[in-house]
């Protein structure tokens, strides 16, 4: 049984920093049988990726982009599953440095109400999400763990027209096995907890209050699985530590929940630091660059290739699509970083009154400037050329598909059959009910071949039949 305190000893900086120079000695070709290696599909060594972060010959740069491409596409297909965020409160009790809901910044908090999350949710709907991530701020007091699985079941019991969210991730503060417990009651799909820096003097500087302690952030996913919960996403915030760290300590955590619990992480987050009310990036030397971020994304695809990875609308249009080919298996679209900013955007839209987002401190100000303002529609109606198909399934978490079972189907990537035509089910819904007559139109190629790429025939044949039944007006179909 885990113990509620412990040491978060499986970070070892001096094994990091071992890894990072060792990796650093690497010749070409040392490199190159990395890259072979990869296309295995066995993960790599925190030495090997540290080989692979090193490297800043154009020509090798180009090979691991290439190997991250391959890989993404023989697991993931062209697929991508979408997301939106819902904060639900900004009540927070630390004063994380990085951060506009920190406890410094003083303006009015607030927390939605159940009725607010309701207006909130349908919002979501109307776009055609299916899946949430629910995040809220650290504060017991005003944001307790029972206001939290009580907006979970008001998220799932709303429902607007045919839309309903299926999945919803919950991204809040460390916590306890007891805790855990009551998110894994509720319906928790992935609880995600992002480490922010795994340096821990890093750690220190940039945090105060409760989050300060870093073992006890560290050690959460261990307390999560101790709850039950057999789903984790991690993530480091790039831009508080050096990157290349910060991603071989990400691989060694992962790596340990796999050897300790026989399931790694089922996401992995790629939040890039943005300008937020109350900061200034001016403060932060370790800011990551665009070519930076695109080796981290790159170089974590080779090292662990069945684990999903996420990018937020942090990063702007351009460059998200360069990223999403690159390996990123899940993208965030149409989101509002704001508490009450859904509903808020409503008013706005109807009301023609200017984005004011983070000019002053007000209750629905963002957590952080979002890169990417684009809809769901017009960020699918773009995708759509390049031969992405939208996903939003959830099939797995309601089939039981989760954890050990899921890890062991992934990894021989057995799953991966069942994710085209469940992509192509839930993009079906998509189309009939939410997408502009531009993008449905946009869709016919593109779904015509997509379905080509389910296999063998009399899976096909079956998708097909689903799909005219959801024409017909079914929902909810799912292999
Ligand atoms: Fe609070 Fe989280 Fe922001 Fe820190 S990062 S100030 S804990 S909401
Ligand atoms: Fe994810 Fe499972 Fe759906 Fe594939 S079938 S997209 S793994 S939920």
Redesign the pocket.
Known sequence: MIEERQEATFIDEQVIIEALEAGKKYSPLAVREVISKSLELNGLSLEELAALLWVDDPELEHEVYTAARKIKEQIYGK?I?FFAPLYVSNHCVNNCKYCAYKIDNDYPRRRLSMDEIRREVKVIENMGHKRIALEAGEDPVNCPIEYITAAMKQIYDTASGNGTIR?INVNIAATTVEEYKMLKDAGVGTYVLFQETYHRDTYSKVHCGPKADYDWHTTAMDRAFAGGIDDVGMGVLYGLYDWRFETVALLMHAQYLDKTYGVGPHTISFPRLRPAYGMSLDNFPYIVNDNDFKRIVASLRLSVPYT?MILSTREEPFFREEVVALGISQISAGSMTGVGEYSGLDEKATSGAVDDRNTCGRPDTPQFDVGDHRSLDEIIYDLLPEGYIP?F?????R?G?TGEN?MAL?KTAH??E??QP??LL?FQEYLCDYASPATRQRAVPAMERALMDVVPENLRQECRNRLERIKAGERDL??
């Open positions: 697929r599953v999945r999903g996903s399934c959830t099939a797995c978490y089939s598909r899921f992934a799953i991966h069942m994710c469940n992509a839930t799912y292999f």
